[in-house]
């Protein structure tokens, strides 16, 4: 099985950048895509970000588009997710999934079976 470990947060200014990285071993890396979701303190956690198994297509989420942007290095085995222009409102804490398919058409969490422990981002003055 697929295990994911997310790396790269912390506290960063509003207006700053931060990189997550998600770090996968086992097999399954070329065949399933992969996504990132965030879950702030009393909400619901919600999809930010996914990337296919080849890494030729990409979806973001309303609150990512134009600012964050997922990428990822087969030879690392390794997704990243690039966070520009931070707000207070990012303040989550981040997780990388493997999707159950390859594509990233259904980006609803049930279609991610397999998660990371998470990584804290707070944006704060």
């Known amino acids: 099985q697929l295990q994911l470990v997310e790396s790269g947060g912390g506290l960063v200014q509003p207006g700053g950048s931060l990189r997550l990285s998600c770090v996968t071993s086992g097999p399954g890396f070329d065949i399933f895509a992969i996504g990132w979701f965030r879950q702030a303190p009393g909400r619901e956690r919600e999809g930010i970000s996914c990337?296919?198994?080849?890494?030729?297509?990409?979806w973001y989420g309303d609150e990512a588009k134009g600012r964050f942007t997922i990428s990822k290095d087969k030879a690392k085995k390794t997704v990243y997710l690039q966070m520009n222009s931070l707000r207070p409102e990012d303040t989550a804490v981040y997780y990388c999934a493997q999707h159950s398919a390859g594509v990233c058409i259904l980006t609803d969490e049930k279609y991610f079976p397999r998660w990371g422990q998470g990584t804290q981002v707070t944006v704060s003055s």
């Open positions: 990337i296919t198994d080849r890494g030729d297509s990409t």
